[in-house]
């Protein structure tokens, strides 16, 4: 039997097939340079590639891959090599098939073949009937080669991925093929397409196999696996993951997944309907190995039926929604969740900020909110500042959206942007009036009160459409805040607007802050009362630590919303100088007592007095595990 009549057999016995894992980490670790041709050492150090293939083959593949992964016009240019793709895709299938003789061993032998490495219109300059002549030039090479199937990898482009599978098709309509694509973080392609458009489309252009690899560690492309089979529960899927998530240490790139953990998703893979398994970007034959022995151990056919739930009336599966952002799940579990208050700088440097942003994050901060035009003053734009944070510090933001000085085009504008970002967390405000900041005479519009935006965002964005109903593209997955006073100057004016932030779809609260608990309390309970119940959603306490006497009294007498008690005014005139330490003092115990009617604390450090904030959260995360 052929080659390729016996990969199609072994499909059909829905039995797990073990691929190989990474040849470029492997040439890599033993001295090959990233700027080399990692192809062209199928002709210039076949030893090398060889000792390689032999290393997978002795951990326990069935099927090894060819190293031909860029061995296509266009990557092979970026080395003068483009007039011989032929001759290094024959040289890779011929080495290939000598070191499988050699072993004495039942093995298939896959012609690998990888992405352009050029964007294809509509986003880039190479047309695709230009791809698909590429892609045939190379697949015809390493078909003439005698190559047992085709494995197409790491693809991020839809259109790039079919004119692939186009070409493997004219070259020989037998030849069975993989066809496998790579998804970032957010579980989409590099173009934003999902795990189940991506199944359709592979399964529709023709491919044997619908393939995830790269990506990141097991549990993402597991979860993606799922997604995928219930978009097309009859195709046969092959994963290969990466090592984990890649991380820079020391100026190597080290993958943190071991070989164990490898062995103990392989079964859950075939469990999943994976037929196919193998590594990407940072495994070994250790790996592979690990995998060998958990499926040797567990000889069982890969299906699964009763982890999917398919509809009998065969509909579109509709997009998955993203996974809730960080704030959502901690407030979910019912964690008492600390966020802080930072303002966009005033000009375009950002080292005090980040730095700010750095000591709060080691300081336990869960969230950092990032203010708009705070007080109706030119700052910097907050979508930068959340999106460098996010990057540079790693911890997520809630971005304050308000909604005074935009119309709908600018609103609707600004939160794709923001999504794209990956900024999903966003506190509905009014906004400050123009007339009390630095250009009084500004626009000071606005199409839509908060409730009106929540509403916008949960009931349209969030469902997948705009303000007017049109469709667009994807549904958003933001996570919705709104302002509450709990000191408020007309209380059932203030729970008629909560009542509507309620219906709208708000998901949790942010107050002003407060500096006694029982009025607080009391009018929580006016709410309940008003609601016929408690509050549905999470709350979060406002906590402005006091820097001084003055400070004190100007909150108190100039500050709309704010009352502080004269108790906390003595106090603070009687520390003098030591008005900061008092105020961090009295901050720790408003934090103590907000524990019993909230679910977090909002600190919004005066004067950009981060070192009083990390003091408090310090002080707050000491004390949860006693509270609770």
């Not at 030849?175 to 989409?188: E, H, I, N, Q, W």
């Not at 509050?535 to 820097?547: D, N, Y």
Request: net charge negative.
């Amino acid at each position: 039997m052929g080659g390729c009549m016996k990969f199609k057999e072994l499909l059909k016995e829905k039995r797990p097939l073990l691929s190989d894992g990474a040849m470029g980490t492997l040439l890599h670790q033993r001295g090959v340079d990233f700027s080399e041709c990692f192809d062209a050492l199928n002709l210039t150090n076949p030893a090398l590639v060889a000792d390689i293939h032999r290393a997978y083959i002795d951990a326990g593949s069935q099927i090894i891959q060819t190293n031909t992964f860029g061995a296509n016009r266009y990557k092979l240019a970026k080395h003068g090599l483009e007039n011989q793709v032929a001759e290094i895709n024959r040289a890779g299938v011929d080495l290939a098939q000598r070191v499988v003789l050699a072993s004495f061993k039942d093995i298939l032998i896959a012609g690998d073949v990888g992405p352009l490495g050029v964007r294809l219109a509509p986003f880039g300059r190479v047309q695709l009937d230009q791809a698909y002549d590429a892609f045939l030039e190379q697949i015809q090479a390493l078909s003439d080669a005698g190559i047992d199937l085709l494995i197409i990898e790491t693809m991020t482009d839809l259109y790039e991925v079919i004119e692939a599978i186009r070409a493997a098709r004219a070259v020989d309509p037998d030849l069975p093929v993989v066809a496998s694509m790579t998804f970032t973080r957010d579980d989409r392609t590099m173009l934003g397409d999902s795990p189940e458009k991506v199944a359709r489309r592979i399964h529709e252009a023709g491919a044997d196999v619908i393939g995830i690899n790269c990506s990141g560690g097991p549990n993402q492309i597991l979860r993606i696996l799922k997604q995928m089979r219930q978009a097309v529960p009859d195709a046969v899927y092959s994963v290969m993951p990466n090592a984990g998530w890649p991380e820079q240490v020391g100026g190597r790139i080290m993958y943190p997944a071991a070989p164990e953990y490898f062995g103990e998703y392989a079964q859950a893979f075939c469990e999943a309907g994976a037929t196919l398994m193998g590594g990407c970007c940072g495994t070994t034959p250790k790996h592979i190995e690990a995998m060998a022995q958990a499926l040797h151990t567990n000889p069982r056919p890969c299906l699964s039926d009763q982890i999917l739930v398919i509809s009998n009336n065969h509909q579109e599966v509709t997009e998955q929604p993203e996974h809730p952002t960080q704030l959502a799940q901690k407030l979910a579990q019912g964690q008492f969740v600390v966020a802080v208050e930072m303002d966009p700088p005033r000009g375009f440097s950002t080292h005090k900020l980040l730095a700010g942003a750095s000591l709060l994050a080691e300081a336990g901060a869960d969230v950092i909110d990032v203010a708009d035009s705070p007080m109706a003053r030119m700052r910097m734009s907050p979508w930068a500042v959340c999106d460098l944070i996010q990057d540079k510090i790693g911890i997520e933001t809630v971005l304050h959206f308000p909604t005074r000085g935009r119309n709908l085009l600018r609103v609707q504008g600004d939160l794709l942007a923001a999504h794209a970002l990956g900024i999903r967390n966003v506190f509905v405000v009014m906004g400050d009036p123009t007339a009390i900041g630095d250009y009084p005479t500004a626009m000071d519009n606005y199409d839509l009160v908060p409730s009106g935006l929540i509403q916008l965002i949960k009931q349209g964005f969030n469902a997948g459409v705009d303000h007017s109903g049109a469709d667009i593209g994807q549904p958003t997955s933001f996570f919705v805040g709104c302002a509450l006073n709990l000191n408020p100057a007309d209380p059932d004016n203030e729970i008629k607007n909560l009542k509507r932030k309620l219906r709208a779809g708000a998901d949790f609260i942010l107050t002003q802050p407060i500096y006694e608990i029982e009025p607080a309390k009391a009018f929580l309970e006016q709410i309940e009362v008003a609601l016929g119940g408690p509050l549905p959603i999470p709350l979060m306490v406002g906590i402005l630590p006091l820097a001084s006497s003055r400070h004190a009294n100007f909150l108190h007498q100039e500050v709309p919303g704010i009352t502080i008690p004269e108790e906390i005014r003595v106090r603070m005139e009687q520390a003098g100088e030591n008005g900061a330490r008092e105020g961090i003092r009295i901050a720790i115990e408003l934090a103590e007592q907000i524990h019993t009617i909230a679910q977090g604390i909002y600190i919004m450090p005066a004067f950009n007095r981060f070192d009083y904030a990390a003091e408090i959260i310090e002080a707050v995360k000491s004390k949860e595990p006693a509270s609770r």
